[in-house]
Structure formats: structure tokens, C-alpha cells
Nanobody
């Protein structure tokens, strides 16, 4: 069974920083794209940042220049360094991974999600 476990959320004042981490475990053959999404109350889940296995990145316009996504393929982790946080960054942040896994029935590729971690930025 594959798991994505996030950590690092919390409460911070505007202008502060937080670092989110997500670790994948289980019968994983390889991980393609990994990313972070967020969902604020009353809003749809949105892409924050994504990183390919080769290290190419893409960011939402609202976080460019403030957030940095990184990954360690050997450790199967993805991180999100968030600087200059704003109240509008308040949301539940979800880790996302495009996984290739080994199962009893064979190889399976699917997208999995973490359980989410709350980030609250006070003004």
C-alpha cells in the first residue's frame, strides 16, 4: 500500500515562512510528476507548484518568486518552501504524486494524494 504523508503546516504571521514536506512510501517503482495543491474554504482545489522527475518546475502565478518546490528522488520526497507568506495563502495544502507501483496484479500507474496539512497565515 502506497502512502503520501505530509508534514510542516502550521500558523505563521504574514511575511513569515513555512516548509512543507511529503514522503512517499510503499511498493513504488517510480514517481513521475510530484506537486502541491491547495484548497481554501469555499474554493476549488488549485495547483500551487509541480516538479517533474527531472527537476523541471511550474508554479501558479500567485506564488511565483515566493514558493520553491524541490524533490529528492532517492528519498521519494517533495518539499515546498514558502516565503513571504500572505493571508491569502491560507488553505489546506495537499501533496500529489503520479505513481508507478508494483501490485500483486502487476504494474499500476495512478495519481495519489496526501491527507492534507493546514497552513494558516495571520495578518
Amino acid at each position: 500500500q502506497v502512502q503520501l504523508v505530509e508534514s510542516g503546516g502550521g500558523l505563521v504571521q504574514a511575511g513569515g515562512s513555512l516548509r512543507l514536506s511529503c514522503a512517499a512510501s510503499g511498493s513504488i517503482v517510480t514517481i513521475n510528476d510530484m506537486g502541491w495543491y491547495r484548497q481554501a474554504p469555499g474554493k476549488q482545489r488549485e495547483l500551487v507548484a509541480v516538479i517533474t522527475r527531472g527537476g523541471s518546475t511550474n508554479y501558479a502565478d500567485s506564488v511565483k518568486g515566493r514558493f520553491t518546490i524541490s524533490r529528492d528522488n532517492a528519498k521519494r520526497t517533495v518539499n515546498l518552501q514558502m516565503n513571504s507568506l500572505k493571508p491569502e495563502d491560507t488553505a489546506v495544502y495537499y501533496c500529489n504524486a503520479d505513481l508507478v507501483t508494483a501490485q500483486a496484479t502487476g504494474i499500476r500507474r495512478y495519481v495519489d494524494w496526501g491527507q492534507g496539512t493546514q497552513v494558516t497565515v495571520s495578518s
